[in-house]
Every structure is written in structure tokens, then in C-alpha cells.
């Protein structure tokens, strides 16, 4: 197992590569910058059809965040994409927000 992977954009609270990724992050959320503590997964780890965004209660670590999305795993570049996919996000909410579809 490898150890967290700090870096400028996030913070990896969990080895890249993998299915899914526990990592933290800033971006905009309601008209101020929040600190995102998030789980991404793949779908087919999450085991459902589409792709979503879930954004939960702010907890001691920032505002909860689970991310969904159908890509075959989370590295580094992958990763980056969907940070920036939320950053530039406009109409978030609370709740679940399902989008795109498949790329494979």
C-alpha cells in the first residue's frame, strides 16, 4: 500500500489507481470556496447505471461529496478531470445530480 498522495490541486487520502478514491479538495460551492471531502468511485465498483454527483452535509472535514463516474479507474489524470468537472459545475446543490453518459 502506498501513502497518501498530497499534491497542489487535492489531497489523496487513499493510494490512486483503484476503483474507487477518498481524497479533499477546494472549489466553489454556493458563492464560497469549501473544502470537498470526497469518495470517488468508478460505476462498475458502485455497482449502479449512471453517472452522479451526491452532495451530502458539511461535516468536521468539509462538505461530504461522492462522485460516480464511468471511467476504469482513478489516476492521476483522471482524477484532475473530475476536480476541475466540479469546479467549473455551476447550478450545484445538495443532493443527487445524475449526468452524462457512458464513455465506454
Not at 36 to 42: E, G, R, S, V
Not at 51 to 58: L, T
Amino acid at each position: 500500500m502506498h501513502p497518501p498522495h498530497p499534491t497542489p490541486d487535492y489531497h489523496a487520502l487513499t493510494p490512486l489507481g483503484g476503483a474507487e478514491l477518498f481524497l479533499r479538495f477546494y472549489g466553489p460551492f454556493e458563492g464560497r470556496r469549501i473544502q470537498w471531502d470526497a469518495h470517488f468511485m468508478t460505476r462498475r465498483h458502485s455497482g449502479v447505471a449512471c453517472n452522479y454527483i451526491d452532495i451530502g452535509a458539511e461535516g468536521p472535514d468539509g462538505r461530504q461529496l461522492t462522485v460516480v463516474l464511468d471511467v476504469h479507474c482513478f489516476d492521476a489524470p483522471t482524477v484532475h478531470k473530475a476536480i476541475i468537472m466540479m469546479r467549473q459545475y455551476k447550478r450545484l446543490r445538495c443532493g443527487r445530480h445524475e449526468f452524462g453518459t457512458s464513455t465506454s
